[in-house]
């Protein structure tokens, strides 16, 4: 599991925000057992959305590279993906 995350709950769902460098197995892990939504950066690219689908990770990537307009747009397409 992931400590200390902190949310971005300003609008729902609330999203987890991965510290960066974290690892995609670490992210994996967390996910699996807390089925959150979490906003990850990876080193040195754009943000990406990762969250449980019930039976395995989904990540979309290219979600830019600003932290709230990658919030906006990974609650956007968890709406159209009819996740929320």
Excluded: N
């Excluded at 995609?24 to 892990?29: L, Q």
């Excluded at 990770?57 to 919030?71: N, R, S």
């Amino acid at each position: 599991m992931l400590d200390g995350l902190t949310y971005d709950d300003s609008e729902p769902p609330a999203i987890a925000l991965v510290p960066p460098g974290t690892s995609w197995e670490a992210v994996h892990d967390h996910i699996k057992i807390a089925h959150d939504f979490l906003l990850v950066q990876p080193e040195g690219g754009e943000y990406a959305g990762a969250y449980w689908t019930g039976t395995e990770m989904v990540v979309l990537d290219d979600l830019g590279a600003d932290q709230d307009e990658a919030l906006d747009e990974f609650r956007e397409e968890l709406s159209q993906r009819g996740e929320l």
